[in-house]
């Protein structure tokens, strides 16, 4: 049986890694995690992979809100802590069931494939988040829009694994 790995740290690297060409055979729905609407300003962020660790935490600053405390964790550890140490990626953890807990995410009434759509300057892009194997992934039967970087593959893989 392949592995499937829906989450919302999951969807935040299926969109750095651009994963959007849409095969019914090799995708599916699943129940995510969305942002309160309540709250939704203050706790939707860029992408993790578009800012820096000082201006993620200049963004974060003063919102616990931020998601960025869950993408980008090490804006909650001391200054000079190892971007790829297991504190890390602990405190992306503790920070993501803290949201939950809080109610700053909650659970999706249903399963579904969510449509979302990215704007810089005058350019749109729209594209598909889904439930995609692993497997498939790896053996290039999902197609990417650019190239990754190994490194920063692992490190989005062992955010969502923790």
């Not at 706790?43 to 809100?65: C, F, H, Q, R, W």
């Not at 979302?116 to 988040?129: F, S, T």
């Not at 992934?137 to 062992?158: A, C, F, P």
Request: glycine letters at 6%; aromatic letters at 12%.
């Amino acid at each position: 049986m392949a592995d499937f790995r829906p989450s919302i740290l999951f969807l935040e690297w299926i969109f750095s890694c651009g994963i959007y060409r849409y095969n019914r055979e090799i995708t599916g729905s699943f129940q995510g995690y969305l942002a309160n609407q309540s709250n939704a300003d203050k706790i939707i962020s860029p992408p993790y992979d578009v800012l820096n660790t000082e201006e993620a935490k200049v963004m974060a600053s003063g919102n616990d809100m931020c998601f960025l405390r869950v993408s980008k964790p090490e804006i909650d550890l001391p200054e000079g802590t190892d971007l790829y140490s297991s504190d890390v990626y602990a405190k992306g953890r503790s920070n993501l069931e803290y949201f939950m807990h809080q109610g700053y995410v909650v659970e999706d009434t249903d399963q579904r494939m969510y449509i979302y759509m990215q704007k810089m300057g005058d350019r749109e892009q729209y594209g598909i988040v889904a439930m995609a194997s692993v497997e498939d992934y790896e053996q290039g039967k999902i197609k990417r829009h650019e190239l990754t970087i190994k490194k920063k593959e692992e490190d989005r893989t062992r955010l969502s694994d923790v």
